[in-house]
T-cell receptor
Framework: DVKVTQSSRYLVKRTGEKVFLECVQD?????MFWYRQDPGLGLRLIYF???????EKGDIPEGYSVSREKKERFSLILESASTNQTSMYLC???????????FGDGTRLSIL | KNEVEQSPQNLTAQEGEFITINCSYS?????LHWLQQHPGGGIVSLFMLSSGKKKHGRLIATINIQEKHSSLHITASHPRDSAVYICAVREYGNKLVFGAGTILRVKS
């Protein structure tokens, strides 16, 4: 069975901390994505990557960065966490156009 | 105006009812996706379609490319169908654009 795995289901951090969210996939997907999901706003794309060491900004990249050193791993970094980054974060991967995206279970991040 | 609009936002049904969720979009697309998210859970892809109709069990998805509209139907609804249903479109690129979701609750 194909898997996209996020390292934590729940995470609590403090304002100003540097936060790492990890995502690993075993499906050989070229494309990987980080979204945040907030009530009433749906899923919004933060960053995506279409190849190792390649990244592109999504719709809301401010305050975030990403790293893709290996094909199977895509990390989301909050450089200096703020309370407005409290959200559900979802990682996904796919193998290109007209292929379904496979999602991780999500990380519910609280910034205090 | 959002590129992807879903209706209704919330839907409560009795077990056994036929349910329809609608999705309208305003851009040219290569494919449309219907996704399901259970409370506290991850997101599962239900359908991906670019024309016509697809069926899986009690779920049916249709798309009308000319009218830029898609519907998700659930026949003989059951409480386990309670979830958030999300419509997403793939423009001619790598990104998906998502609707805000429809919260469905099926009562027994």
């Amino acid at each position: 069975d194909v898997k996209v795995t996020q390292s934590s289901r729940y995470l609590v951090k403090r304002t100003g901390e540097k936060v790492f969210l990890e995502c690993v996939q075993d499906m050989d997907h070229e494309n990987m994505f980080w979204y945040r999901q907030d009530p009433g706003l749906g899923l919004r794309l933060i960053y995506f990557s279409y190849d190792v060491k390649m990244k592109e900004k999504g719709d809301i990249p401010e305050g975030y960065s990403v790293s893709r050193e290996k094909k199977e791993r895509f990390s989301l970094i909050l450089e200096s966490a703020s309370t407005n980054q409290t959200s559900m974060y979802l990682c996904a991967g796919d193998s290109g156009l007209n292929q379904p995206q496979h999602f991780g279970d999500g990380t519910r991040l609280s910034i205090l | 105006k959002n590129e992807v609009e879903q209706s209704p936002q919330n839907l409560t049904a009795q077990e056994g009812e036929f349910i329809t969720i609608n999705c309208s979009y305003s851009v040219g697309i290569s494919a449309l996706h219907w996704l399901q998210q259970h409370p506290g859970g991850g997101i599962v892809s239900l359908f991906m379609l670019s024309s016509g109709k697809k069926k899986h069990g009690r779920l049916i998805a249709t798309i009308n490319i000319q009218e830029k509209h898609s519907s998700l139907h659930i026949t003989a609804s059951h409480p386990r169908d309670s979830a958030v249903y999300i419509c997403a479109v793939r423009e001619y690129g790598n990104k998906l654009v998502f609707g805000a979701g429809t919260i469905l609750r099926v009562k027994s």
